[in-house]
């Protein structure tokens, strides 16, 4: 039978709120908890995830097919519209045809349209080689990003247009009250304090990319989507780490490590997580906090969070559906969003696995815009090469003073 994906999505997002029903509705037993319950709820689960299973093949399968009609396309520089029903930009078709042949490969008039759309540094050397990447390219770069490790989909996130340093003054008045005054008294004094939080900003490379002359010869090709998408898994894998576990020395610092731990484990001689942490570490949030919050965890993370029970006997985890809609809903943790972060620690003794609390208040910085280099020197000649490098500068830091974010930290082992 042909697979159909669109019913196959329809199908699990039944099954999703079939699930989410029979976790928020009464069973018809004074709300109690059935093995029956328990069974229908493993059967969903499992049958949503052979669901995921199937889509995820086939539309992998799917996208190679585009891919190939896109690169067919590519080889016609006024081709047909794309897959989306978009031609590409003439932006777009510049940089294909000066990433393949370098900057003689463009008109006097050609450079002229590049100028005009350089979205960065307006002091490049071009008899250094160096090449500004169009807006158009910028900007679908930074978008991949978001969607890439996590902390760009939840952190707030913005450009400035230099590198100077950036103080964020900080004051905590949460101790401060005021006070009841008598008749033909003196109010007291009582000065505020305040405090500096910086957010510095740091050089990233993609590292150099190589190119055989082979693959930019082939005019079937898809030479500029294949350098956009080696530089998004490089620039997205290192920012991202540093977003999340960075140290703040020489590099941006992690949310895991400007939070303060809201919750210590018990010791276990295997990595746990209980219902009561998840509850204690979320009331470890002040309430101002978590109108917005949310949860952010390794993938492992979430396979022990499905598993843990509250004390009724149901399961905490309500799986989410078609999370790209706006009539969808996305996986549920005690009725909060989650946010898979592969760069969070895996569950081990003493590892900080899960955060917990309003992200936006972690601050990404970026600077001006991507900039991308093409080198075709001596050194890559001779190994019959091209080669490509991208710079970025980003930063990014917790700018909070109040705990809007809180970890989970395992106990020892046992």
């Known amino acids: 039978m042909r697979f159909n994906i669109q019913a196959e999505r329809e199908r699990r997002t039944q099954l999703a709120k079939d699930t989410r029903n029979l976790l928020d509705t009464s069973t018809g037993n004074g709300n109690t908890w059935t093995a029956e319950d328990q069974k229908k709820y493993d059967d969903n689960v499992a049958e949503i995830e052979r669901i995921d299973a199937a889509i995820e093949r086939h539309q992998k399968v799917m996208d190679l097919t585009a891919d190939n009609a896109m690169r067919e396309r590519g080889a016609r520089e006024q081709g047909d519209d794309d897959a989306g029903g978009k031609k590409p930009s003439n932006e777009m078709r510049l940089f294909d045809r000066w990433a393949r042949g370098g900057d003689s490969a463009l008109s006097a008039e050609d450079w002229k349209q590049v100028n005009a759309a350089m979205s960065g540094n307006p002091a490049l050397n071009p008899e250094q080689g160096g090449y500004t990447v169009p807006t158009t390219l910028a900007k679908q770069i930074l978008d991949a990003l978001k969607a890439y490790g996590g902390m760009r989909q939840v952190a707030d996130v913005f450009s400035t247009a230099g590198g100077e340093p950036m103080q964020y003054p900080t004051s905590d008045g949460t101790s401060e009250e005021g006070e009841i005054v008598a008749e033909n008294q003196s109010a007291t004094d009582e000065d505020a304090s305040f405090g500096t939080k910086g957010l510095p900003v740091y050089k990233y490379s993609s590292k ?21 998408r080696r530089l998004q898994s490089r620039l997205g894998r290192i920012t991202n780490r540093h977003y999340t576990a960075g140290s703040g020395t020489g590099q941006p610092m992690g949310v895991i490590n400007a939070a303060s731990v809201g919750k210590i484990g018990g010791v276990s001689a295997l990595p746990v997580i209980l219902y009561d942490d998840l509850v204690d570490l979320e009331h470890s949030v002040d309430p101002a906090y978590r109108a917005q919050a949310k949860w952010m965890f390794h993938d492992n993370m979430l396979k022990l969070v499905r598993k843990v029970k509250d004390d009724q006997g149901r399961p905490i985890f309500v799986p989410g559906y078609e999370q790209g809609n706006p009539g969808g809903a996305p996986d549920r943790l005690l009725n909060r969003d989650i946010q898979i972060n592969q760069h969070v620690a895996s569950p ?67």
């Open 208 to 228: 150099v990319i190589t190119v055989p002359w082979e693959l930019l010869q082939d005019s079937t090709a898809d030479i500029s989507g294949f350098i956009e």
């Open 348 to 414: 081990a003794a003493g590892a900080k696995s899960i955060a917990f609390g309003d992200f936006s208040y972690y601050k990404i910085r970026d600077v001006m815009a991507v900039t991308m280099f093409r080198f075709s020197d001596s050194a890559y000649v001779k190994k019959g090469q091209i080669g490509f490098l991208a710079w970025m500068r980003t930063g990014g830091n917790l700018l909070d003073i109040g705990g809007a974010v809180k970890t989970f930290q395992h106990g020892a082992a046992a």
